[in-house]
T-cell receptor, first 111, second 115 residues
Framework: DAKTTQPPSMDCAEGRAANLPCNHS???????VYWYRQIHSQGPQYIIH???NNETNEMASLIITEDRKSSTLILPHATLRDTAVYYC????????????FGAGTTVTVRA | GAVVSQHPSRVICKSGTSVKIECRSL??????MFWYRQFPKQSLMLMAT?????????EQGVEKDKFLINHASLTLSTLTVTSAHPEDSSFYIC???????????FGSGTQLSVL
């Protein structure tokens, strides 16, 4: 599976949009981009995933560039409860749904 | 969304004893479950893949005789840490996929402390 690169940390203000970048320049055509987050001492929580089209759900939006080499997770109105480590993961279709977690981005939402 | 229940959430045991951790998919059948380990301030590391009715597949460097995995039904996988030592103290997390779902669902994790 392609490797991802994320900034180690970022702060954002409560109520503002949080834009989390992820670079996956070696992604191949059949690999999906997944986002999970982990709040302290809990299991990871699924946020969103996509292949090439932008996606939106009740939690977030996922914007994937046309060349698919990078993506951005957007939390539209960050709250204090969104403070967590956010993981961007690329998964192929043939690895039996294994997810390999990198270091992620520690997002701190400040009042 | 689908629910994965993990039990216990926290366990403290003496060195040399064995500890069993359960992972259940509550509202779906999980053909495949995964076990992860996470040390403080580190990311999740995949330990093994558990397929219902067959032997688990372990990642390189994970001792299969120490971390026994059983996936006897479509809703339950267990991880037994045998002869636990203090270096086995960690946060253990399971995840499950079922059917055509394209996403994994994670349990809430088990904090193991070996004294």
């Amino acid at each position: 599976d392609a490797k991802t690169t994320q900034p180690p940390s970022m702060d954002c203000a409560e109520g503002r949009a949080a834009n989390l970048p992820c670079n996956h320049s070696t992604i191949s055509g059949n690999e999906y981009v997944y986002w999970y987050r982990q709040i302290h001492s809990q299991g990871p929580q699924y946020i969103i995933h996509g292949l090439k089209n932008n996606e939106t759900n009740e939690m977030a939006s996922l914007i994937i560039t046309e060349d698919r080499k990078s993506s951005t997770l957007i939390l539209p109105h960050a709250t204090l409860r969104d403070t967590a480590v956010y993981y961007c993961i690329v998964r192929g279709l043939t690895n039996d749904y294994k997810l390999s977690f990198g270091a992620g981005t520690t997002v701190t939402v400040r009042a | 969304g689908a629910v994965v229940s993990q039990h216990p959430s926290r366990v403290i045991c003496k060195s040399g004893t064995s500890v069993k951790i359960e992972c259940r998919s509550l509202d779906f059948q999980a053909t495949t479950m995964f076990w992860y380990r996470q040390f403080p301030k580190q990311s999740l590391m995949l330990m093994a893949t558990s397929n219902e009715g067959s032997k688990a597949t372990y990642e390189q460097g994970v001792e299969k005789d120490k971390f026994l995995i059983n996936h006897a039904s479509l809703t339950l996988s267990t991880l037994t840490v045998t002869s636990a030592h203090p270096e086995d103290s960690s946060f253990y997390i399971c995840s499950a996929r079922g059917g055509a779902a394209e996403k994994l669902f994670f349990g809430s994790g088990t904090q193991l402390s070996v004294l």
